[in-house]
């Protein structure tokens, strides 16, 4: 059993930056694919980012590719998002999600854990 605990959501304006974190419990975490979802009112919670258990490899949505940026501190069982240059279609709760696995996973059924979310606004 894992339970993710996101922190660092806020407000911010375009073109300003966040650092979102997702604290994990456990001592398997480093067996653990990573990925960040969000889901903005009225829609469907779509893929943000993934990354690998060991922090060599992460995948990004096109929407985020070049402003988001994925990493890990498996010694701090903690996974980061990086988020630069928001925009206002940023806005969204974002949720850090877990998999024991060795693959990049980017469906939102592949995941079996999940956290509570933060809060991500940016004005324009």
């Known amino acids: 059993q894992v339970q993710l605990v996101e922190s660092g959501g806020g407000l911010v304006q375009a073109g300003g930056s966040l650092r979102l974190s997702c604290a994990a419990s456990g001592r398997t975490f480093s067996s653990y694919t990573m990925g960040w979802f969000r889901q903005a009112p009225g829609k469907e919670r779509e893929f943000v980012t993934t990354?690998?258990?060991?922090?060599?490899?992460?995948y990004y949505a096109d929407s985020v590719k070049g402003r988001f940026t994925i990493s890990r501190d498996n010694a701090k069982n903690t996974v980061y998002l990086q988020m630069n240059s928001l925009k206002p279609e940023d806005t969204a709760v974002y949720y850090c999600?877990?998999?024991?696995?060795?693959?990049?996973?980017?469906?939102?059924?592949?995941?079996?854990?999940w956290g509570q979310g933060t809060q991500v606004t940016v004005s324009s």
């Open positions: 990354i690998s258990r060991g922090g060599g490899s992460s």
């Open positions: 999600a877990a998999r024991s696995s060795a693959i990049l996973l980017r469906g939102r059924y592949e995941y079996d854990y």
